[in-house]
């Protein structure tokens, strides 16, 4: 697997990794805060490197770096959160000019015998778990929430709901970067009807939810696409290990399909406030900090 973290990529169209029996990924990610003047008391929340199994998809290699504080001197702590996302805290005494972190990792998806082993376990409770039932402040629905979920309200299966909200939230949106925001509700979404993934994903997640389906927020990747994705996980009962028990079926209204190999999981959770890829705070009166990111994501083995 060392080998991959410099194997050059391969093309690979979106039908040649559905029909893979195996796929190799190399993911590297860079975020970069640069300070117009010397920041204090850094303190940064990472939520960016993948689990170590999700479904068939498999953590084989990761290492995340830090450059930038004053002598090198920061700190850092790994701890799994209430959903099983690796959330890493760096902090700093003093940074001169940035911060920098990097991730490089390899992932391998194996494609199981049986299908239903694709989709990643989940614990039967979260089939009633308040926290992928109840909404949010990202959301909660208004009465174009409520209208739009009543209107697909059908005595169907609760994947046969998911296909027809997916097809019916990707149908009220068109794609537009840079017109709604992290804060952007699902309510104030939809009345706008123009969004990005995020936007798509919280108003599937406040219309499943309302009909009492239990779902929750995917932050991750999409080969092809610059940048982070979402899309959303609906919880359904499955057979887990050939027993009853329960999964999370991946969806992507922002392309109206379910979520493929192409889609690669970094962290779930109620919505986008829970899995955001960084966030923190720093002290330096009047400083202003600049982020900007890059990513490379690509296929570097394929079997078919």
Not at 76 to 93: E, K, L, P, Q, Y
Not at 178 to 201: H, K, P, S
């Amino acid at each position: 697997m060392l080998d991959a973290m410099s194997a050059p990529l391969l093309t690979a169209q979106a039908a040649d990794l559905e029909a893979a029996s195996r796929v190799v990924y190399r993911l590297e990610q860079t975020f970069r805060y640069s300070y117009d003047a010397p920041v204090a008391d850094l303190r940064q929340r990472l939520v960016v490197l993948p689990p170590a199994v999700h479904g068939d998809v498999h953590r084989r290699l990761a290492t995340l770096s830090v450059t930038g504080p004053a002598d090198g001197a920061w700190r850092r702590t790994d701890r799994r959160d209430a959903f099983g996302n690796t959330v890493t805290r760096v902090s700093a005494d003093r940074v001169a000019e940035h911060v920098e972190f990097r991730l490089a990792a390899v992932l391998e998806r194996v494609v199981p015998a049986c299908a239903h082993e694709a989709h990643a376990a989940v614990p039967r409770t979260a089939l009633r778990d308040p926290r992928l039932l109840t909404p949010t402040a990202l959301t909660a629905p208004d009465e174009a929430v409520v209208e739009l979920a009543e209107s697909l309200r059908r005595p169907e299966n609760p994947l046969e709901t998911a296909e027809r909200v997916c097809s019916a939230v990707h149908a009220r949106f068109r794609y537009a970067p840079g017109t709604t925001t992290f804060r952007t509700t699902a309510a104030q979404a939809l009345a706008g009807g123009v969004g990005v993934c995020q936007d798509y994903a919280h108003v599937m997640i406040a219309v499943m939810r309302h009909l009492g389906v239990p779902t929750r927020y995917v932050s991750g990747h999409l080969i092809g696409q610059g940048g982070t994705h979402a899309w959303v996980d609906v919880v359904v009962p499955g057979l887990v290990e050939g027993r009853p028990g329960a999964v999370a079926v991946a969806f992507d209204p922002c392309n109206d399909k379910r979520a493929g190999a192409g889609h690669l999981t970094v962290a779930v959770g109620r919505d986008y406030a829970d899995v955001a890829p960084t966030s923190g705070s720093y002290r330096g009166e009047g400083v202003r900090g600049t982020l900007t990111s890059a990513r490379d994501l690509g296929v570097v083995s394929l079997q078919p």
